[in-house]
């Protein structure tokens, strides 16, 4: 089966400027994850989708990310503005059910530098 | 709310030897732990999972980690490295009536492994 899908891969933009990423998960799976993985630290989730509808999006900073998902399918996050602290690897993930025991599928990651 | 630490951050290993990467855990219940491994430029991929049962589990690759409850331990182990094994391993802690995709990550070992 195919794999969790991101572009791009490396994206370099000034602060200020706005940025979106792109994630395809794999074909079937309900639960699609963001995650921010900042350099030297473990990937921290900033939103959960089941389905087309947002599940739990209480780390994400609003005022400034935003995250949809198309149809159910397809998700994008954007940045708007990006702030220099925003420079991190995006990762996306994908599980088949909501669950411990549903195992993730991660994206090889969009790498953000924010200068 | 449930954390982890990753006493380690950087193990070097000679291709041979065996393997210890150390994982602690705070978490009022029953923990859910995992064990990652992310590959420089990738996504992450499950190595093994504790969720009951038989405290050794075994893992993808060769590895496994024992549950120790006395130490609120979860260590991952390998007899024998190969160079393939570079890589970055993350340990994480998953909660009660949550999902594998809201577990609280480590921020990681880097495991380099020495011809």
């Known amino acids: 089966e195919a794999g969790v899908a991101q572009s791009p891969r490396y994206k370099i933009i000034e602060k200020r400027q706005s940025v979106a990423f792109w994630c395809n998960p794999i074909s079937g799976h309900a639960t699609l994850y963001w995650y921010q993985q900042i350099l030297g630290q473990g990937p921290k989730l900033l939103i959960q989708?089941?389905?087309?509808?947002?599940?739990?999006d209480s780390q994400l900073p609003k005022d400034r990310f935003s995250a949809e998902r198309l149809k159910g399918v397809d998700s994008t996050l954007k940045i708007q503005p990006a702030k220099l602290e925003d420079s991190a690897v995006y990762l996306c993930?994908?599980?088949?059910?909501?669950?411990?025991?549903?195992?993730?599928?991660f994206g090889n990651g969009t790498r953000l530098t924010v200068t | 709310a449930q954390s982890v630490t990753q006493p380690d951050i950087h193990i070097t290993v000679s291709e041979g030897a065996s393997l210890e990467l150390r994982c602690n855990y705070s978490y009022g219940a029953t923990p859910y732990l995992f064990w990652y491994v992310q590959s420089p430029g990738q996504g992450l991929q499950l190595l093994l999972k504790y969720f009951s049962g038989d405290t050794l589990v075994q893992g993808i690759k060769g590895f496994e980690a024992e549950f120790k409850r006395s130490q609120s331990s979860f260590n991952l182990r390998k007899p024998s490295v190969h160079w393939s094994d570079a890589a970055e391993y993350f340990c994480?802690?998953?909660?009660?009536?949550?999902?594998?995709?809201?577990?609280?990550f480590g921020d990681g070992t880097t495991l380099t492994v020495k011809p």
């Open positions: 994480a802690v998953g909660a009660l009536n949550t999902n594998a995709g809201k577990s609280t």
């Open positions: 989708f089941q389905n087309n509808g947002v599940v739990d």
């Open positions: 993930a994908s599980s088949l059910w909501v669950g411990l025991d549903s195992p993730l599928h």
